[in-house]
Each structure stands twice: as structure tokens, then as C-alpha cells.
């Protein structure tokens, strides 16, 4: 009945970082097809990190490694956002 479940904790860190992006970039697109583009852009170059999704343990594992992952989520996010903003797909 426990089905086993997982979660890429970098993706998580990625759509948080994306997130914060719109926020300051407002020249950045919004549209579906950009956000997938720089989503599948950054998580391409980063290793994946899962975890059991038990929420507890996401949590305290986010926050141990979350400033250690985040420069380097950062470096990744901005070269696909300048990628998808030289040539957007839309
Ligand atoms: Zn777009």
C-alpha cells in the first residue's frame, strides 16, 4: 500500500530560483514554453538528487544542502535563461 515515491530536490530548488527570476526579470518570458525550456535547460546540467518524498525528510535534507546547491543551481539557471532569451522558442 506504502507506494514508493520520489523527488529531484534540484528541481525543486530550480523552480524556486525560477520563480525568484520572474520576480526581478521582467523581461524575462513567462510563457509555458520558456518556463519548460529553462527548466529542461537547467536540470540537463545538474545532477538530480532524489529523495523519498516524505516530507519531513525533504525538509531537513533541502536545508542541510540547499546553500551548497544553490550556486551552483544559480550558474545553470542563468546560462538557460540567457539562452531562451537569445532565442526563444515561443
Ligand atoms: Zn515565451
Redesign the pocket.
Known amino acids: 500500500m506504502d507506494q514508493a515515491k520520489y523527488v529531484n530536490y534540484i528541481e525543486k530548488i530550480v523552480r524556486e530560483e525560477l520563480d525568484n527570476s520572474y520576480k526581478r526579470d521582467k523581461d524575462l518570458?513567462?510563457?509555458d514554453?520558456?518556463f519548460q525550456d529553462i527548466m529542461t535547460l537547467t536540470l540537463n546540467h545538474l545532477p538530480p538528487k532524489y529523495v523519498a518524498s516524505n516530507i519531513g525528510h525533504i525538509m531537513t535534507m533541502y536545508n542541510l544542502t540547499k546553500d551548497q546547491l544553490h550556486a551552483q543551481v544559480m550558474v545553470e539557471l542563468l546560462k538557460a535563461i540567457e539562452q531562451v532569451k537569445r532565442s526563444?522558442r515561443?
Open positions: 518570458c513567462t510563457c514554453r520558456c526563444p515561443h
